[in-house]
């Protein structure tokens, strides 16, 4: 990561912000590892919002050399679940909780490409 601690990703539609992906490292002991949070608004989920920020993340942590990103969500939420195992992630239930642990690749043409993309699938992604 750079030298701040979170990078925050918004996908916005119609001149307003519908989702939004959160990075977050600790900037303080230099660890590679981070946690990623996502959230788009009731009317536009299931529309592929939260696939194309998960790919934007993906390519954000490849781009900085990151080692892990984990995520928490509730075992009954299939739909992130879901965008996890699709994206390659190790998931494990425990009790309620469902974490998701994936290990972006180091940096490549094709990544450092989807990162400088601005609009996909008819929605705009910025960082
Ligand atoms: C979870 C969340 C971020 C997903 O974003 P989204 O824009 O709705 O997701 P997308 O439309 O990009 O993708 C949904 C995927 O789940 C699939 N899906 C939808 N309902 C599903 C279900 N009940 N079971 C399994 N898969 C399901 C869709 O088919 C789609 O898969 P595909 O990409 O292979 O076609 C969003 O629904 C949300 O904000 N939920 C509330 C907050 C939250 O739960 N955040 C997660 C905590 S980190």
Redo the contacts with the bound molecule.
């Keep these: 990561m750079p030298h701040y601690d979170s990078i925050l990703c918004g996908a916005f539609a119609k001149g307003r912000r519908r ?1 939004a992906a959160e990075l977050r490292g600790d900037d303080q002991t230099g660890s590679t590892k981070t946690e ?7 009317d ?11 790919e934007r993340i993906i390519a954000i942590a490849r781009k900085w050399g990151i080692s892990s990103i984990e ?4 075992r009954e ?7 996890a195992a ?1 994206h390659n992630a190790r998931l494990c239930i425990d009790q309620g909780v469902a974490k998701a642990v994936l290990h972006p690749n180091w940096s490549s043409p094709s990544s450092q490409a989807a990162e400088v993309v601005g609009e996909v699938r008819g929605f705009r992604l910025f960082i």
């Design positions: 989702g990623a949070a996502f959230s788009v608004e009731p536009w989920q299931n529309i592929g919002i939260g696939d194309a920020l998960f995520l928490m969500c509730l939420n299939r739909r992130m679940r879901h965008l699709k």
